[in-house]
Nanobody
Framework: VQLQASGGGLVQAGGSLRLSCASS????????MAWFRQAPGKEREFVGY???????VYAGFVKGRFTISRDVDKDTVYLQMNSLKFEDTAIYYC????????????????WGQGTLVTVSS
């Protein structure tokens, strides 16, 4: 599975961004998709995942601000981020895992290259 993340950029606090992750190479519908992020000087952390059935799970810090969706026709997963905060500044990575989703980054087999999100305060 090849993953290509895009959509990052600079946004003011309180603003919104939508990240995209395009998949190719394998049957997209057989993979759970997740988003992780890594801020400068910090470890990579789980943001959320979406299962093959479309159900999503989020990290506690999301608190209703982010939404993950997937478009099986376009083999793409999205991360809609609203009410962005300065502490959301990080490189965001999409990841794919065969069949069953997980919250640990070490369980994911395929990774996109990351897209930088910078939130100005």
């Amino acid at each position: 599975v090849q993953l290509q993340a895009s959509g990052g950029g600079l946004v003011q606090a309180g603003g919104s961004l939508r990240l995209s992750c395009a998949s190719s190479g394998r049957t997209f519908s057989r993979y759970a998709m997740a988003w992780f992020r890594q801020a400068p000087g910090k470890e990579r952390e789980f943001v959320g995942y979406i299962g093959r059935d479309g159900s999503a799970v989020y990290a506690g810090f999301v608190k209703g601000r982010f939404t993950i969706s997937r478009d099986v026709d376009k083999d793409t997963v999205y991360l809609q981020m609203n009410s962005l905060k300065f502490e959301d500044t990080a490189i965001y990575y999409c990841a794919a895992k065969f069949l069953v989703p997980a919250t640990e980054w070490g369980d994911y087999h395929y990774w996109g290259q990351g897209t930088l999100v910078t939130v100005s305060s």
